[in-house]
């Protein structure tokens, strides 16, 4: 009787809507079988308070992977990832992206209810991190992540994600010991703001040797990177940011001290805290900024950290860097190749998308060379490792210069360029007003000198880009695009050319309609659904997740014919997979979807219908793209040419059937036109052209998916906003120009003052602070400003 | 005026104090978490064996 209400089916343990393959357990309909597990564990270790702490707080386990973690009971594995290693105690920390609500929290730190062997655990949400304390003794690294997969919450382990960010802390120790002094300079320096008289003078000394006291720590420790990094730049016969600021700095210090020890003045100290305070403040936000928003694009990561090598006793999980020339290895399906190696079977195909942007999977014969970085399609195979990692050649494909984009950033280079000349317009301003004062008034030559260096620090102008980028990078994180990093929105600012990619971006990737004609038997489909996964072509991948029939199969001669289809034999038959004429089939079929024939031995077999549906309003946002949306990179056939030529307008070029590496030659073209291209594609067949473009965007529908190659992830839902996006980052560069406006401003003022010998440390102790925090508040509230006029929140 | 002299004693002294205080608290990793800690204090420790949630 309950047959046609499965669609208000919701899963009890994911949310997810329940669709064919609906379990039942205890009256809950579940998802799938990896929910149900999931429950069935909860349920008989009396867990259950999980599901009542936050609505439906598990995550689907539909597209499980596999993942197993055999590796970590390797001693080197270990060493890398304990923190603490003794017989009895054990104590390891994992990274779990699927940690996102209460219930997460508080499942995570029961588990000591799920096994003995775990002592103690703890969550830190902002990290999405469990510490795992744990006996050795009862339980092994390898079961304990095990163990949290089996609840849903897989680690992710990667060997580059192992570092501790201890620097953080000195950082925030030097802004406390910074913001300490500044205060209680400017406590002891209130007598001298109000003017006591002379007869308190020997107080006023005694302040200000308190003054200098406090001062030294701000100097030697709170600004000690300023100095370093001035003193390394003279090295290199450079000048950078923090010369000016250096010299600012040391010639401040330098004033005070000698007028507070000749007891000739009370010195500048109260600004020269102060300004230390802020500088580091404006640093101190530049990095909170980026560790909430930066992910991790070391290619290691990518790889998988062991790989079963060959012993005297069978296959063993080994670390991948100690592999050795001459190792036997054994690759499994999806598997990457870790380090160049000879082909022990008689055949493999390797996909190499992730080297050469090229998906189609490449036949290797036995004894022939497979490259690291290849993928392995279909069934395991074994290998003989040639070159180790470290010298392979994917590393020297990543370092090559097409795999890089200009690493400096703008704005940087901009701020050193104007330090530069900045530097040498003060310094010649500086001697000028010497020999002037020299000649006229020499007893207060240093004095002027010596100001005039001092207000030359152009902190404004270090502060403005910082915070500007910083808070830019913060608004497009709340509007679900995550970018890499601040030099991203500088290079979203000069896009002038959009090119998209079709499936998965402008049209929902994850979700087609399959209609299926004609019977097959179940075999068949297992056929089927067996060479649909050795491509990975997206139609190809769509009919392997729709069909479910599973037989062990023998595939002799398989090939892939690019455009065309996939053929190869099993049990003496040939299966043609593909389009029409490919496959020999003549038919009409609606022009409306993509089809993909199956012929048996040259007979049709049956026919899959995919029609994925176009996101919805797409078409107002390319309209308001305008002459910017120039493209439509396609790897499909041109099936839907009209309702793509109806979406985009009669201006866009159309291009289909395009293979990874001629998208990726087309965007080359396009910059070779002195166009700035912004590619929006999904990152499974254009990772290439992402990585080409000069901001690829890879669109997601699942947060918790990674591509490699992109500069930002933009979740599906938001690519409506694409246009608004490029429209904010372009306030950038106005706001940056006149927050570096303000800073000139200020500092002319503070110079003028300089030069006529009128600046008194009241006027620096003002003008200082208030060009900083002026610039600072300028800059976020403009960011904001621009924010909600773009209709950004 | 020699009592400025002792309060200024004083009052550097605790401010180095809570300096040090907060010095300590970061090394001990107070700051690295600051949502969790509010989210635990409220789960409730059931007692074992305690029938089956059927909600």
């Known amino acids: 009787m309950a047959t046609e209400v499965t669609y208000d089916l919701v899963c009890f343990h994911c949310g997810q809507q329940c669709e064919d393959e609906t379990q039942w357990f205890h009256d809950k309909p579940f998802c799938c079988q990896g929910c149900m597990t999931v429950y069935e564990i909860l349920d008989t270790n009396n867990l259950c ?10 995550t689907t386990r539909k597209q499980k992977t596999d993942e197993t973690y055999g590796y970590l009971d390797d001693a080197d594995a270990q060493k890398k990832l304990l923190t603490f290693q003794s017989p009895t105690f054990a104590k390891v920390t994992f990274f779990v992206p699927a940690i996102h609500c209460t219930s997460c929290i508080w499942l995570l730190e029961n588990l000591h209810k799920l096994s003995d062997g775990v002592i103690h655990s703890e969550v830190v949400f902002g990290k999405k991190s469990v510490t795992i304390d744990y006996n050795p003794e009862k339980i092994s690294l390898a079961h304990v992540a095990d163990l949290i997969a ?70 030697f420790y709170s600004g000690i990177d300023y100095l370093t990094s001035a003193f390394k730049s003279f090295k290199q016969k450079q000048i950078n940011i923090d010369v000016p600021i250096a010299a600012g700095l040391i010639a401040l210090f330098a004033r005070s001290s000698y007028d507070i020890i ?14 230390v305070f802020f500088l580091l403040i404006g640093r101190w936000f530049q990095s909170k900024t980026y560790e909430s928003l930066s992910f991790d694009r070391d290619f290691t990561s990518y790889f998988p950290l062991a790989v079963s090598k060959l012993e005297k006793d069978g296959w063993k999980p080994t670390v991948v860097h100690k592999l050795k020339q001459h190792d036997q290895i054994r690759i499994r399906n999806m598997e990457l190749v870790p380090a160049d190696s000879i082909l022990l079977d008689s055949h493999a195909y390797i996909d190499y998308s992730f080297v050469t942007g090229e998906s189609k999977p490449v036949k290797v014969k036995q004894a022939e060379l497979v490259y690291a970085g290849g993928r392995l399609i279909g069934t395991p195979v074994t290998l003989v490792v040639e070159k180790s990692t470290s010298q392979s050649h994917l590393t020297s494909l990543w370092n090559n210069d097409a795999f890089k984009k200009t690493e400096e950033s703008q704005y940087q280079k901009v701020i050193d360029r104007a330090a530069r000349k900045f530097t040498w317009i003060v310094l010649g301003i500086a001697i000028i007003t010497a020999t002037y004062w020299y000649i006229t008034y020499p007893s207060q030559m240093w004095l002027v000198l010596t100001s005039v260096l001092m207000v030359a620090c152009p902190c404004a102008l270090a502060l403005a880009a910082p915070f500007t980028l910083g808070s830019m990078l913060r608004v497009a994180g709340r509007n679900k695009l995550y970018l890499k990093n601040a030099d991203i929105i500088e290079r979203m600012a000069s896009i002038d050319t959009v090119v998209f990619d079709k499936t998965g971006t402008v049209t929902h990737g994850s979700e087609p309609t399959i209609l299926i004609d004609g019977k097959p038997n179940e075999y068949t489909l297992a056929c089927i659904k067996t060479l649909t996964s050795f491509s990975t072509h997206p139609l190809s991948s769509h009919v392997t997740n729709f069909l479910h029939q599973r037989a062990d199969i023998t595939v002799d001669k398989f090939k892939e014919l690019p455009g065309k289809g996939i053929e190869a034999f099993i049990d003496g038959r040939l299966f043609k997979i593909g389009s029409a004429t490919f496959t020999g089939i003549t038919e009409k079929v609606s022009p409306t979807a993509s089809h993909v024939f199956v012929s048996i031995d040259g007979q049709f077999s049956c026919r899959f219908s995919i029609t994925t549906a176009i996101r919805k309003d797409i078409g107002a946002m390319i309209k308001r793209l305008g002459s910017r949306a120039f493209a439509l990179l396609s790897g499909d056939h041109d099936h839907d040419k009209e309702a793509m030529r109806a979406l985009f307008g009669a201006d866009v070029e159309l291009h289909f059937n395009q293979s990874p590496q001629e998208k990726l030659e087309h965007i080359k073209n396009l910059q070779a036109q002195g166009r700035k291209v912004m590619m929006i594609g999904d990152g499974l067949n254009d990772s290439g052209a992402l990585k080409q473009s000069d901001v690829g965007i890879a669109i997601s529908d699942n947060q918790g998916v990674f591509t490699p190659a992109c500069d930002g992830i933009l979740l599906g839902e938001q690519i409506t906003s694409i246009d608004k996006m490029l429209r904010f980052s372009r306030k950038s560069s106005s706001i940056l120009r006149i927050g570096f406006g303000i800073s000139f401003f200020y500092n002319a003022i503070a110079l003028s003052f300089a030069v006529t010998g009128n600046l008194t440390p009241l006027v620096a102790a003002i003008i200082m602070p208030i060009s900083s925090i002026s610039v600072v508040g300028f800059s976020t509230l403009a960011v904001r400003y621009a924010a909600t006029k773009t209709k950004m929140n | ?14 401010a180095v104090l809570f300096l040090g205080v907060f010095y300590w608290n970061m090394k001990n990793g107070q700051y690295d978490d600051t ?11 059931k007692p074992e064996g305690e029938p089956k949630d059927n909600h």
């Open chain 1, 262 to 275: 000749t007891a000739t003045g009370p010195g500048y100290l109260d600004s020269f805290t102060g300004l």
């Open chain 1, 150 to 219: 089996s609840v849903g919450y897989a680690p992710k382990i990667t060997l580059a994600a192992q570092h501790d960010k201890k620097s953080d802390n000195t950082l925030a120790t030097k802004v406390a010991i910074a913001g300490f002094c500044f205060g209680n300079v400017m406590l002891f320096s209130f007598p001298e703001y109000l003017g006591i008289d002379h007869n308190d003078a020997y107080l006023m000394r005694l302040f200000s040797k308190l003054n200098l006291a406090l001062a030294i720590p701000v100097l």
């Open chain 2, 1 to 14: 005026m020699g009592i400025i002299i002792i309060l200024i004693c004083i009052s550097l002294l605790i």
């Open chain 2, 35 to 45: 949502y969790t800690p509010s989210v635990r204090m409220l789960f409730e420790d």
């Open chain 1, 49 to 58: 308070t999980y599901y009542t702490l936050d609505q439906k707080p598990g």
